[in-house]
T-cell receptor
Framework: AQSVSQHNHHVILSEAASLELGCNYSYGGTVNLFWYVQYPGQHLQLLLKYFSGDPLVKGIKGFEAEFIKSKFSFNLRKPSVQWSDTAEYFC????????????FGTGTKLQVIP | NAGVTQTPKFQVLKTGQSMTLQCAQD?????MYWYRQDPGMGLRLIYYSASEGTTDKGEVPNGYNVSRLNKREFSLRLESAAPSQTSVYFC????????????FGQGTRLTVV
């Protein structure tokens, strides 16, 4: 069974600091990888996704993530965070075989201090 | 394009009452999901449906039943609500083919008193 681990549960940063959130998955086959963001009081929205090709993917609002297949990782990065990035971030994986099933990590709460 | 529509948005129940949360998607997706979200616990899968007529238990199915009425609709029923079921519930859907992400509904905030 596939699983997703997000090791940082709560991250506090000052504005302009750099961000890196870890995500590791376990699944032997081909996967699609995603980062979702949930702003306070809202539903989950897609931040970026990796299907194939260039392992460095760029998403909305200056976020990017790098897929490292050998490490089963898909870490999220942003060079300079803003107060408006305060949200919860979820990594997710969908397996490619048969019927697709989404598996989410437990989420990382990011708090950006002005 | 409506995407994934969940109703109701808010609900307060008394312990022991029953209710059904409705979810519909208009993207012709095969897979649909019900999650609950609780502080510090992320998203936990309650039930999953890979296609019309099939449902599978997720991590936390106890106290819930689901029905995949057709390809569009996937409902979640609480037969006898308990305070432990106070949570925010999200419905989601995803396609069968590759290169598709999951889309989420707006969520239902349920309080059981």
């Amino acid at each position: 069974a596939q699983s997703v681990s997000q090791h940082n549960h709560h991250v506090i940063l000052s504005e302009a600091a750099s961000l890196e959130l870890g995500c590791n998955y376990s699944y032997g086959g081909t996967v699609n990888l995603f980062w979702y963001v949930q702003y306070p009081g809202q539903h989950l929205q897609l931040l970026l996704k990796y299907f194939s090709g260039d392992p460095l993917v760029k998403g909305i609002k200056g976020f990017e993530a790098e897929f490292i297949k050998s490490k089963f990782s898909f870490n999220l990065r942003k060079p300079s965070v803003q107060w408006s990035d305060t949200a919860e971030y979820f990594c997710a994986v969908i397996n490619s075989g048969g019927y697709q099933k989404v598996t989410f990590g437990t989420g990382t709460k990011l708090q950006v201090i002005p | 394009n409506a995407g994934v529509t969940q109703t109701p948005k808010f609900q307060v129940l008394k312990t022991g009452q029953s209710m059904t949360l409705q979810c519909a998607q208009d993207m012709n997706h095969n897979s649909m999901y019900w999650y609950r979200q609780d502080p510090g616990m992320g998203l936990r899968l309650i039930y999953y449906s890979a296609s019309e007529g099939t449902t599978d238990k997720g991590e936390v199915p106890n106290g819930y039943n689901v029905s995949r009425l057709n390809k569009r609709e996937f409902s979640l029923r609480l037969e006898s609500a308990a305070p432990s079921q106070t949570s925010v519930y999200f419905c989601a859907s995803s396609g069968k083919i590759m290169n598709t992400e999951a889309f989420f509904g707006q969520g239902t905030r349920l309080t059981v008193v």
